[in-house]
T-cell receptor, first 113, second 115 residues
C-alpha cells in the first residue's frame, strides 16, 4: 500500500519555465513533508520541507505547497535550470521530524535547454 | 566535513549468501537510518539507530538486521539473500532523531546485486 504517491514517473520542462511536481498521500497522520533531489550515483539531498501547520514554504527558486484537505503537495521550481534535471522524491513523516520517512516512487525531471 | 560514507559501493552476491554493509555517519551525528531503493518502489525505510539502540523498524523480514557501534558507525546485514533483495541500500545520518526540521543526510549507497 503506497502511502505517498508520485503519479508522474517523468516530466520534461523547457529551461526558464516553471516545473511542477506533484505528490499525494493517504495517511492523515503525516504532519511533515519533504522533497529530496537525487542525481545518478549519489544519495538523495534535502531540498525543502513543510510542516502541516503551513500551506506554503519558499526557498529561492523552490516553493512547496500543501493542501491538507486534498492530501496533496506540490513542488514548484521557477525558473527551471538544466542543473535541476534529477529524480525528485516526495517524503512524509508522522512526527514533525525526519524519522521513519515514507517516500514516493520519484519523478524524473528533465530540463530541456 | 566528510559526508556519510558507505562501503562497499558495489556488491555482487548469489542467492542464499549473506551480506554486511557499512555506514559511517557525518562526524557528530548520532542517528543512522537505512533505506532500500528499488525501481518502482521508491525508498523504503528499513530501520533507525540512535545510541546503539534500534528506535524504529520498517516492514522488512527478520533476514534484515542492523546494529550501531559506540562511535555511531552502523552496519546492516541481510542473510539468506533472495533475488528480490537486489537494490540500492542507502544510509542516512542526522544529529539526533525526532528533532523538528532536522535534516537527513544520505550517503551514495551500496548497490547490491543478487544473482
Amino acid at each position: 500500500d503506497q502511502q505517498v504517491k508520485q503519479n508522474s514517473p517523468s516530466l520534461s520542462v523547457q529551461e526558464g519555465r516553471i516545473s511542477i511536481l506533484n505528490c499525494d498521500y493517504t495517511n492523515s497522520m503525516f504532519d511533515y513533508f519533504l522533497w529530496y533531489k537525487k542525481y545518478p550515483a549519489e544519495g538523495p539531498t534535502f531540498l525543502i520541507s513543510i510542516s502541516s501547520i503551513k500551506d506554503k514554504n519558499e526557498d529561492g527558486r523552490f516553493t512547496v505547497f500543501l493542501n491538507k484537505s486534498a492530501k496533496h503537495l506540490s513542488l514548484h521550481i521557477v525558473p527551471s535550470q538544466p542543473g535541476d534535471s534529477a529524480v525528485y522524491f516526495c517524503a512524509a513523516s508522522e512526527n514533525f521530524g525526519n524519522e521513519k520517512l515514507t517516500f514516493g516512487t520519484g519523478t524524473r525531471l528533465t530540463i530541456i535547454p | 566535513k566528510a559526508g556519510v560514507t558507505q562501503t562497499p559501493r558495489y556488491l555482487i552476491k548469489t542467492r542464499g549468501q549473506q551480506v554486511t554493509l557499512s555506514c559511517s555517519p557525518i562526524s557528530g551525528h548520532r542517528s543512522v537510518s537505512w533505506y532500500q531503493q528499488t525501481p518502482g518502489q521508491g525508498l523504503q525505510f528499513l530501520f533507525e539507530y540512535f545510541s546503539e539502540t534500534q528506535r524504529n523498524k520498517g516492514n522488512f523480514p527478520g533476514r534484515f538486521s542492523g546494529r550501531q557501534f559506540s562511535n555511531s558507525r552502523s552496519e546492516m546485514n541481510v542473510s539468506t539473500l533472495e533475488l528480490g533483495d537486489s537494490a540500492l541500500y542507502l544510509c542516512a545520518s542526522s544529529y539526533e532523531p525526532g528533532q523538528k526540521n532536522e535534516k537527513l543526510f544520505f550517503g551514495s549507497g551500496t548497490q547490491l546485486s543478487v544473482l
